[in-house]
């Protein structure tokens, strides 16, 4: 297979996953057939009133009807389908009028949604593929002994739980300017038009914005980065990251704080937000987790907090791949990452086959 290709289809995928349903030009068409896979489109509509794309990629380059496990990606791996598995990949919310979500909302909803809708597709487990983002959504499930049932494994690289150790400008810029206050003031609702404003600010330098959110990369090629730099940043709604703030500043996985007892008693029952207990995650799940030590937004010291969580976790259901020279983006579009990476994720999804 053309390894060049799926590269930059990783960095679509994890740049430009955020596609309005409603969208003209679908994930599909615009980013998937065009590069040979044969690709389905499935709306899912979660039990608040969301609709959510997913875009199903049944087989590989080697066009096989084989039965095959799914593998739900969140910010996902396209390599993996040619080797072993049809594939589901998630579209962010990406609606105007549907921006007063958190990370929190697609952990309770969209993800219970997806995994509801492929189980009744194909009557098989899960293996689940998340990258950043997408593994906090699977963290905060597993904690609550949530989808653990149609999980067969799960694969989380660069894991966001923790995040109070970030070496990353742009989240700890957030949280210093309480973007709260800010979001309340300007009525901002996209991550987007925020990131036009802290630009400007001092000792901001959005020059190579990427590198300043996520790390000095090792391994990209100049024509993959091209493809990563004309699809960032990726929106996002500002309660997201404000909820996110809330974390690096509380050094806690929780969920969001309305900054109101009554508000919080109105959502939760209690007068603060309850927290997420990650050492309650089930011992005997399969976890594969990778990082590196150039990784500012997942940053070594916080994912350490999250192994302590892990330490009763049985030994032969945790395999850790660590790489010092490796950024947050590396994990996904770096041009030796299938040897170092997809390579072993792969034969680890294959052991719990």
Request: proline share 4%; hydrophobic share 40%; charged share 20%.
């Given at each position: ?231 960032t940043p990726q929106s996002t709604s500002t309660k ?43 011992k005997d799940i399969p976890l594969f987790i990778g ?63």
């Open positions: 297979m053309d390894y060049t290709s799926n590269t930059l289809l990783l960095a679509v995928l994890l740049f430009a996953s955020a596609v309005a349903v409603n969208s003209q030009d679908s994930l599909c068409k615009s980013m998937v057939e065009t590069n040979g896979y044969v690709c389905e489109e499935h709306k899912v509509t979660t039990q608040d009133g969301y609709i959510l794309g997913v875009q199903r990629i049944p087989v590989g380059m080697t066009n096989t009807t084989a039965n095959r496990p799914p593998v739900l990606l969140q910010h996902g791996i396209f390599m993996i389908m040619d080797l072993m598995c049809g594939l589901e990949i998630i579209e962010a919310q990406n609606l105007a009028a549907y921006w007063e979500w958190t990370w929190a909302q697609l952990a309770n909803d969209d993800l219970p949604a997806m995994y509801d809708y492929i189980h009744n597709q194909t009557r098989q487990k899960l293996y689940y593929v998340g990258h950043s983002l997408g593994t906090l959504l699977a963290l905060a499930s597993f904690s609550q002994e949530k989808l653990v049932n149609l999980t067969k494994s799960a694969a989380l690289l660069c894991p966001i739980a923790y995040t109070s150790q970030t070496t990353s400008v742009f989240p700890r810029t957030i949280a210093k300017v309480y973007l709260a206050e800010v979001r309340q003031i300007m009525k901002l609702s996209s991550v987007g038009k925020l990131l036009e404003g802290i630009c400007h600010l001092p000792l901001i330098d959005c020059s190579n914005l990427v590198s300043a959110i996520a790390g000095p990369n090792c391994c990209i090629k100049p024509p993959t980065y091209d493809v990563v730099l004309n699809h997201n990251m404000v909820h996110l703030a809330q974390m690096l500043r509380a050094g806690n996985v929780a969920e969001y704080d309305y900054d109101d007892e009554g508000e919080n008693k109105k959502h939760y029952g209690q007068p603060t937000p309850p927290l997420y207990n990650l050492t309650s995650i089930p990082y590196g030590g150039k990784d500012s937004l997942s940053d070594v010291n916080d994912v350490k907090l999250l192994l302590d969580d892990l330490k009763d976790h049985q030994k032969d259901k945790l395999v850790l791949l660590y790489r010092d020279d490796y950024a947050h983006l590396d994990f996904i579009v770096a041009e030796n990452a299938k040897n170092v990476v997809y390579d072993p994720l792969i034969a680890f999804l294959r052991t719990q086959a």
